[in-house]
């Protein structure tokens, strides 16, 4: 039932049930927030939404206020203006004074308030925060000083990702938040997803940059930095700069980083296709062979997912699927094939991956991915700091002419492009898998996306005489509570399952521009399936280069040695 109330002297018309927050904000008004995100219940810490009511005798916080008919609210009284400029000034009272040092500078929300409510002069005076930076950890970093208690961290962290890391200790004005024991992020349940810093307002929470050692391997003589850049980041790149999929976004990324001194540049998407290639083929067979215990295969390209699941659900590692990730693979390429044709050896290479993701930087630490002192892949950049890198040489990607990656590994299918959000690679697998089981009618392949709305869908393909389950998650909590659910009820009718840990897949990945809200992300599935459509080759086992790399089972020794080195340990 919808009604209607006044709001600065003028009817609007809202739902009964909304918050007052919504409400106004569905309506055009705009009203400052910290702690309130979309998706999750209303806390009221931050007091900066609040607005005078009509018969209240004190200022309400518009989040926590349900809409009633007849309500009478006033949002810019004069009233409303001091108590929120006084709420911002108390925040900068005992803020670090290090903007033009901050990686959030221009784009901190505190920043934005301060600019927004006029603040022009410090007005209170506290002790500057004493707590130092923890740079402990591979992919995360925590800057205490300049957290403002808004718990939105904390909620993604607790709620979303179920691990806690990170929560509030003490109490009143010592509160603050911070790992278990005072201990560094390394040694936290952190699973390096990323999420936290997508939602912080300030620079408390920063992923760890490569950048400066990218920088400095750009300038070491003898040294072969190649670059190779996931579909996802050319997805994020045309939806931030607004470019369309024909203007060949991968070729004006190439063209930027040779300015910057890149010795080679290949598009990912080729260890996308072999991975999903990969999957497939152990799908298949786990399908052949009738081995319903190791069923359903669950995907392995998340590392945040994958170390999850080695922390808190071992019983799912043996349905993990045996290929390495992706950046891994294409890594594990670089050093080996591409080396051994192009006559360089592996340590004058510096392999450089640009992902959407945060806990790639943690992935590419990992021992299992060092071979002989030798790391797969020696730096990992986030689309943050692809644009920064850009900036510094003074780069705009937007206004680059065209260049044609390197070869050999310059081509991808529609397969590479579906990894970009969550349920593409539950369908790119499937394709494939019809492909090897039932090619003679490729053309007859469905594969329907649910419209229920979540995180959390599921859909049966005909593949021969067989109707196999696929179904995909995004987010910690979704993924343990389906498969749970699949534990517990005993079922049997889901064969696959992708597990992405951040929401809505990589294209909300902790290494995206920062973003608030969940738009952005349905932005960029967007610009994915845009560029799906103009690429040539449907499914992943089409594009020349995997079957040059993969071919067939048992048709070429050299194909199954290539198998072992990719497969995930």
């Not at 402990?136 to 962290?157: E, F, H, I, N, T």
């Not at 045996?322 to 890594?331: N, V």
């Not at 419209?451 to 995004?474: C, M």
Request: glycine content about 6%.
């Amino acid at each position: 039932m919808d009604f209607q109330i006044e709001v600065n002297n003028k009817l609007i018309r809202v739902q009964e049930g909304d918050s007052l927050l919504t409400a106004l904000r569905s309506n055009g008004f705009k009203v400052p927030t910290l702690c309130h995100m979309n998706r999750f219940s209303p806390t009221g810490a931050c007091r900066l939404c609040v607005v005078e009511v009509e018969g209240k005798r004190d200022l309400v916080t518009s989040c926590a206020h349900p809409v009633k008919e007849g309500m009478k609210v006033r949002t810019n009284s004069q009233r409303v203006m001091r108590a929120r400029k006084s709420l911002v000034e108390l925040l900068l009272s005992n803020h670090p004074d290090d903007c033009l040092y901050c990686q959030r500078n221009g784009h901190c929300e505190l920043q934005w308030l301060a600019e927004e409510m006029n603040v022009k002069e410090r007005k209170y005076f506290a002790r500057k925060n004493a707590q130092y930076p923890d740079y402990s950890s591979s992919s995360v970093a925590r800057d205490p000083a300049k957290c403002v208690l808004c718990s939105r961290c904390v909620r993604m962290c607790e709620e979303v990702q179920l691990v806690t890391a990170i929560d509030f200790i003490s109490r009143g004005n010592q509160t603050m938040v911070n790992s278990a024991f005072n201990k560094g992020l390394n040694v936290s349940s952190c699973i390096h997803c990323g999420q936290c810093i997508q939602v912080c307002p300030t620079a408390a929470l920063l992923d760890i940059s490569h950048l400066e050692k990218v920088q400095a391997a750009l300038a070491r003589k003898g040294t072969e930095v190649m670059f190779f850049i996931s579909p996802s980041v050319v997805a994020s790149v045309a939806e931030s700069l607004e470019l369309k999929p024909r203007q060949k976004v991968l070729e004006r990324i190439a063209a930027a980083l040779r300015r910057c001194g890149a010795g080679r540049v290949f598009d990912m998407g080729t260890a996308s296709d072999i991975h999903v290639v990969e999957e497939a083929r152990q799908l298949a067979g786990l399908i052949r062979d009738k081995k319903d215990d190791q069923l359903p295969m669950i995907s392995s390209c998340c590392p945040s997912w994958v170390y999850y699941a080695e922390m808190f659900r071992p019983q799912s590692l043996e349905q993990l699927a045996g290929t390495k990730s992706p950046q891994q693979l294409f890594g594990s390429l670089l050093k080996t094939d591409y080396a051994k044709r192009a006559g360089v050896e592996a340590e004058q290479v510096f392999s450089v991956a640009v992902m959407p993701c945060v806990a790639k930087k943690y992935e590419s630490t990992l021992e299992s991915n060092t071979h002989k002192g030798i790391s797969e892949v020696d730096a990992v950049l986030t689309v943050r700091e692809l644009f920064r890198l850009l900036r510094s040489f003074g780069l705009d990607i937007a206004r680059m002419e065209e260049e044609g990656v390197d070869s050999p590994y310059n081509g991808s299918s529609a397969a590479a492009w579906k990894l970009g959000y969550s349920g593409g690679k539950a369908e790119a697998v499937a394709r494939e898998l019809h492909r090897m089981m039932d090619d003679k009618r490729a053309d007859q392949f469905k594969f329907i996306q649910p419209k229920n709305p979540g995180n959390r869908r599921e859909t049966r393909v005909t593949i021969g005489n067989d109707q196999l389950g696929f179904a995909w998650v995004s987010s910690i909590a979704e993924a343990e509570a389906y498969l749970r659910e699949l534990e517990e009820e005993g079922r049997r009718d889901i064969h696959y399952v992708e597990v992405m840990a951040c929401l809505g897949g990589c294209a909300g990945g902790g290494g995206q521009p920062i973003s608030r809200g969940f738009e952005k992300s349905m932005a960029r599935k967007k610009m994915c399936v845009e560029m799906e459509k103009i690429n040539p080759f449907a499914s992943a086992g089409e594009n020349p280069a995997v079957r040059d790399l993969c071919g067939t089972e048992g048709d070429n020794p050299a194909h199954e040695t290539f198998r072992q080195w990719i497969k995930r340990t």
